[in-house]
């Protein structure tokens, strides 16, 4: 990876995602990825039933039922177009709190800003997230994100309703990641999971990269998230 001016720091590094009872923020001090604690965030209103971060409403409902939303999609639709579907749910969920982060807090490095991706998506009970390995540099666009999922929500909630799949089936993470890294990086990146509990493997890893470092095998997932590519390109 390469700061902004261009001095790299470290070639590879390892982040640690979620760090149980972060520290109180000091106004003014820039924050690293693990000073963030959504639970001192969330503003709730039970005279507007408004449950708001920040400029975002947050709605709040139980597994079961995005996981039974989720099976009528994939038996209504087909494989194919709920894969599509829910990669592109997950990705403007993504975008979304990226933008939200960069807007309303100030990070020490721009790494700790990337890295406070896995740790919202941790406290919003969607799964437990760890990265692993983060390279990046944007004057070459070069991009490379990897970590695991633990205790996806998506995967328990597929499994709930059918066989292990050939495929990963983690959509709306693979599709809120890959809104996340695209907001934080400025040109399209996909993530694909290597392994998915889903599919019989016994934990969920993630790795982000450019679409065509993918080739043949995120064709089906990049055609799903093209048209947010293109407004990129605008």
């Given amino acids: 990876m390469k700061e902004a001016d261009g001095t790299p720091p470290?070639?590879?590094?390892?982040?640690?995602?979620?760090?149980?009872?972060?520290?109180?923020?000091?106004?003014?001090?820039?924050?690293?990825?693990t000073d963030f604690d959504l639970s001192r965030e969330i503003r709730f209103n039970v005279d507007t039933g408004l449950t708001v971060f920040r400029n975002s409403r947050l709605v709040i409902f139980d597994a079961n039922a995005?996981?039974?939303?989720?099976?009528?999609?994939?038996?209504?639709?087909g494989y194919p177009k709920a894969r599509?579907?829910?990669?592109?749910?997950?990705?403007?969920?993504?975008?979304s709190d990226f933008l939200q982060m960069k807007l309303n807090y100030e990070f020490a490095t721009e790494m700790d800003l990337l890295a406070s991706g896995p740790v919202i998506h941790t406290y919003e009970g969607i799964v437990q997230a760890t990265p692993r390995e983060i390279q990046f540099d944007r004057k070459t666009g070069e991009f490379y994100?990897?970590?695991?999922?633990?205790?996806?929500?998506?995967a328990e909630q597929n499994l709930?309703?059918?066989?292990?799949?050939?495929?990963?089936?983690?959509?709306t993470l693979m599709g809120?990641?890959?809104?996340?890294?695209?907001?934080?990086?400025?040109?399209?990146?996909?993530?694909?999971?290597?392994?998915?509990?889903?599919?019989?493997?016994?934990?969920?890893?993630?790795?982000?990269?450019?679409?065509?470092?993918?080739?043949?095998?995120?064709?089906?997932y990049a055609e799903a998230l093209s048209d947010f590519w293109e407004v990129l390109k605008a």
């Avoid at 995602?17 to 109180?24: E, N």
């Avoid at 994100?145 to 998506?154: A, D, I, K, L, R």
């Avoid at 292990?164 to 959509?171: G, I, K, R, S």
């Fill in 10 to 33: 470290e070639s590879k590094q390892d982040v640690q995602a979620v760090s149980a009872g972060a520290p109180d923020i000091v106004p003014g001090t820039p924050m690293t990825a």
């Fill in 176 to 220: 809120y990641a890959s809104g996340w890294c695209t907001a934080f990086f400025g040109s399209p990146l996909l993530a694909i999971e290597p392994l998915c509990v889903g599919k019989g493997d016994d934990h969920c890893e993630w790795k982000i990269q450019p679409p065509e470092k993918w080739g043949a095998k995120g064709e089906k």
């Fill in 84 to 95: 599509a579907f829910l990669l592109r749910f997950g990705y403007q969920n993504g975008y």
């Fill in 66 to 77: 995005i996981g039974l939303l989720r099976q009528n999609l994939i038996e209504t639709l």
């Fill in 160 to 171: 709930s309703f059918n066989h292990h799949a050939d495929e990963p089936v983690c959509w």
């Fill in 145 to 154: 994100f990897t970590g695991v999922w633990t205790n996806s929500y998506e």
